[in-house]
């Protein structure tokens, strides 16, 4: 193994290691089951209990590390949306008329497990506070 990749697998697991551990409390306090998060992360069962139990243990791929930086962005956009922990934490579950959503929750349409899901949920959840970067 060379010394770039040695770096690139250490770097890989503490974002892993970090970045999960936060997701998973941000899906928990979402009201997300264990199943819509295991579909969402694209994670195994016995990974999600493994890496649930020890984060640390955790060594996402990228299209995993992506799925994590989408859901803390749309975290990250909710705080900024809304100054009541009750819509912060409990929009995600709401139903939703608006087209995309048509009738469902985001947090539904996250749980199909679909990577275009997760984006396009985003998005529309950026533009309620304007897109600002």
Not at 44 to 70: G, H, I, V
Request: with cysteine.
């Amino acid at each position: 193994m060379s010394q770039a990749t040695a770096v690139q697998t250490i770097d890989n697991r503490r974002l892993s290691s970090a970045g999960l551990k936060t997701v998973l409390t941000i899906l928990e306090r979402w009201g997300c089951t264990a199943e819509q998060a295991q579909k969402i992360l694209q994670i195994s069962r016995p990974a999600y209990y493994k890496y649930r139990k020890n984060p640390q243990q955790a060594n996402l791929s990228q299209d995993q590390l992506e799925r994590l930086s989408y859901l803390l962005n749309i975290h990250a956009c909710l705080r900024t949306v809304f100054e009541n922990p009750d819509n912060v934490y409990g929009f995600m579950a709401m139903k939703n008329d608006n087209p995309f959503f048509n009738g469902k929750s985001p947090l539904e349409i996250i749980s199909t497990g679909q990577f275009a899901a997760l984006y396009e949920t985003f998005r529309r959840i950026d533009a309620l506070r304007g897109g600002l970067w």
